[in-house]
């Protein structure tokens, strides 16, 4: 196994309907990754809401960052720390503003409701799910054009 460098070219070329695709595809692992965690989070360990949404999207996020660089981009190499990681952190936390705001909101209306457990859980899932929804678009066009486009040296 060699060693890769920054400077190493795309692993190999994909149009933009495959990224699109492939971006989708890391979406629903990261949400899959990002609701379980808030799930068991609020159920299993009596998280609040809003804690429990913090740390769901910081464990999703690494695995977003990761599959969206090496499978979505075909990005080899380090990655930048001020052009590649800390845009898409603050794009992922962009989004954990949202749906925090989103699950905050839910889950003082449905305490006030006095809903059962399982309706409290499905809307703050809900919740979490539309921040990130809703910020969706934006972050694939910013990945895309800016933060992991192919950059050509001269």
Same mark, same amino acid.
């Given at each position: +196994?060699?060693?890769?460098?920054?400077?190493?070219?795309l /692993?190999?070329?994909?149009? @933009?309907v &495959?990224r699109? $695709?492939?971006? +989708?595809?890391?979406s629903v $692992? %990261?949400?899959?990754v990002?609701?379980?965690?808030l799930?068991a989070s609020?159920?299993?360990l009596? !998280?609040?809401a809003w804690i *429990?949404n913090v740390l769901a999207t910081a464990?999703? &996020?690494?695995?977003?960052?990761?599959l969206?660089?090496?499978w979505?981009?075909g990005?080899?190499g380090? =990655?930048d720390?001020w052009?590649e @990681? *800390?845009? !898409?952190?603050v #794009? %992922?936390?962009a989004? #954990?503003?949202l =749906? &925090?705001?989103a699950? *905050?909101? =839910?889950d /003082?209306?449905?305490h006030?409701?006095?809903l059962?457990e399982p309706?409290?859980?499905?809307?703050?899932? +809900? *919740?979490?799910? =539309?921040g !990130?929804g $809703? @910020?969706?678009?934006a972050q !694939?066009a910013? #990945?895309e054009?800016? @933060?992991f486009?192919a950059r050509?040296d001269?």
């Open positions: +196994m060699g060693v890769e460098t920054a400077a190493e070219p /692993s190999e070329p994909t149009t @933009l &495959t699109l $695709i492939r971006c +989708m595809g890391v $692992i %990261s949400t899959i990002s609701v379980t965690v799930a609020t159920v299993g009596g !998280f609040e *429990a464990i999703a &996020t690494v695995p977003s960052y990761h969206n660089r090496r979505t981009w990005k080899r380090e =990655s720390l052009r @990681l *800390a845009p !898409f952190w #794009l %992922s936390f989004g #954990l503003v =749906s &925090t705001v699950v *905050a909101l =839910s /003082s209306w449905l006030g409701a006095h059962g309706l409290r859980t499905f809307v703050i899932l +809900m *919740a979490h799910l =539309s !990130f $809703i @910020l969706w678009v !694939f910013l #990945l054009r800016v @933060l486009r050509v001269g």
